[in-house]
């Protein structure tokens, strides 16, 4: 393998150089050949991951079991109320102990802080599946699945319609990254954190591509190659959903507004959808969609991860 990623966590793409995003991708090609065509892969025989959720999950949970059972290893899960973690057990008491028995772990939760504790005090790789802040494994996905279809990155524009959230955050890093102009449009009170912009930004610069921060989902869709959108409630804020329906009923991804993206744009969405808020079906259900193809190289994504980490 050509980048050395051993060891190394998986928190945010922020912290990938360009040169191990691109290694990601090589690896998740290369083993979504090989379980197309039944070749062994069994990369990590005799390795246990531990996946701990304190959220919701479908993709990451079954991509991940799945992909670590396909490498050879056992994946482990743990739901909110299996482990002492955080509640009777210190994070870095917890992240020790794991580490004595366990080759990696995998996160989802809501403080983006707890992850960064755990990583600090594992011995082992530590992978993102979702915080409040970032969703990587996702991005990356997302950017992997653009590749397959586009055939480059730099130089594509994706517009982002609707919360400021992780997905937003997450594809701020990854675009930024890549050298591809991202243009956000969300409701004034839910744009994208100021840190990540300013970063991205700075990424941007460095690939001679655009971040644009906006307020008019006409103007960032206008001539983008992907269009992206996500819930306008992520898991944690339910009972803000009735206000955050009105706030956001403007940014809604139909078939009025895509018409201002290229003609052979792409349609993206992380999945679960609220289809009728988000997103309506004319749209999701479009040739030009893309959604299930993601959740589908999650499992390749993840697993190339997983196996040049652990
Ligand atoms: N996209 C995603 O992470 O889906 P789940 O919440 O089902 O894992
Ligand atoms: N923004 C969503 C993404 C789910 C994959 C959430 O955090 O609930």
Not at 129 to 156: I, N, S
Not at 159 to 169: E, T
Not at 182 to 200: C, F, L, M, R, T
């Amino acid at each position: 393998m050509a980048v050395n990623m051993k060891g190394k966590d998986l928190i945010s793409i922020a912290d990938l150089s360009l040169e191990e995003i691109y290694e990601i991708f090589d690896v998740a090609h290369s083993l979504k050949q090989k379980l197309y065509t039944n070749e062994p892969h069994r990369y990590l025989e005799g390795k246990t991951l531990g996946m701990i959720f304190t959220k919701r999950s479908t993709r990451t949970r079954v991509s991940f079991e799945t992909g670590i059972y396909q490498l050879g290893g056992l994946g482990m899960y743990f739901g909110p109320n299996d482990l002492q973690l955080g509640k009777s057990e210190s994070i870095a008491d917890t992240a020790k102990v794991l580490s004595r028995y366990l080759n990696g772990i995998m996160i989802r939760t809501f403080d983006h802080n707890d992850v960064v504790e755990l990583a600090k005090y594992a011995d082992i790789p530590v992978i993102n599946g979702l915080t409040d802040l970032l969703h990587p494994c996702q991005v990356l996905t997302d950017l992997f699945t653009v590749l397959e279809k586009k055939r480059k990155l730099q130089g594509l524009k994706l517009a982002y319609i609707g919360d400021g959230n992780n997905m937003a955050h997450s594809l701020l890093n990854g675009c930024s990254k890549v050298g591809m102009d991202i243009a956000i449009a969300s409701p004034s009170g839910y744009k994208p954190n100021k840190d990540i912009v300013e970063n991205a930004k700075k990424f941007a610069a460095y690939m001679g591509s655009k971040v644009e921060i906006l307020e008019d989902p006409v103007a960032a869709v206008k001539d983008a190659d992907i269009v992206y959108t996500d819930v306008w409630a992520s898991m944690g804020q339910e009972e803000e959903a009735e206000e955050r329906k009105k706030k956001f009923a403007r940014f809604q991804v139909n078939l009025e507004l895509v018409k201002h993206a290229k003609d052979d744009y792409l349609f993206m969405h992380c999945l679960p959808a609220h289809r009728g808020e988000e997103v309506v079906n004319e749209v999701a259900d479009s040739p030009n969609s893309v959604i299930f193809d993601e959740a589908e190289n999650r499992l390749h994504v993840q697993k190339a991860i997983m196996a040049l980490v652990m």
